[in-house]
């Protein structure tokens, strides 16, 4: 059973979390914050020299996806923490455009489309495959995900 902390208040975009994970602290970023969807954050590909949340935050992004920051913020088990706000890079100001798949009864996707925080259009053919999936990427999973980050 995990223990809430005491009021936690929503995540902004700009704030730097430090992120417990199984190979050390990795870092991510708030860049979108649009309700009801879950925060987008980007991860910070590992940079040992950056100490300062600014100084974190202009390194280099790994991946997007959208998280439940503030049930993770508020879980004791989930291990993140706001330790301070920095400027979004201008590369990641803009809205992601995330993919989603669509399948037939086997299973198989048999076309995608692409979600921009407002509407869905169908991909176009030959779309960018390294394009977040919409999905809400559960504590642990973001915790695996930024633990294989290498530096």
Not at 61 to 78: C, D, H, I, S
Not at 86 to 91: D, E, H, I, K, R
Request: net charge neutral; proline share 10%.
């Amino acid at each position: 059973m995990t223990t809430p902390k005491p009021d936690t208040p929503r995540p902004a975009p700009g704030d730097v979390l430090a992120i417990q994970t199984a190979s050390g602290t990795r870092h991510a970023q708030v860049t979108h914050a649009r309700s009801p969807y879950p925060d987008v954050i980007r991860a910070i590909r590992p940079n040992d020299g950056a100490s300062s949340p600014e100084e974190i935050a202009k390194g280099e992004t790994a991946f997007v996806a959208m998280v439940e920051l503030g049930r993770a913020l508020r879980e004791e088990t989930a291990n993140v923490t706001v330790i301070g706000h920095a400027t979004v890079p201008s590369a990641d100001r803009n809205f992601p455009v995330f993919r989603l798949p669509i399948r037939n009864k086997a299973g198989e996707v048999i076309y995608w489309w692409t979600w921009d925080g407002e509407g869905l259009n169908v991909a176009p053919e030959g779309m960018d495959s390294t394009m977040p999936i919409r999905e809400i990427l559960p504590s642990k999973t973001l915790q695996s995900r930024l633990a294989a980050l290498l530096g």
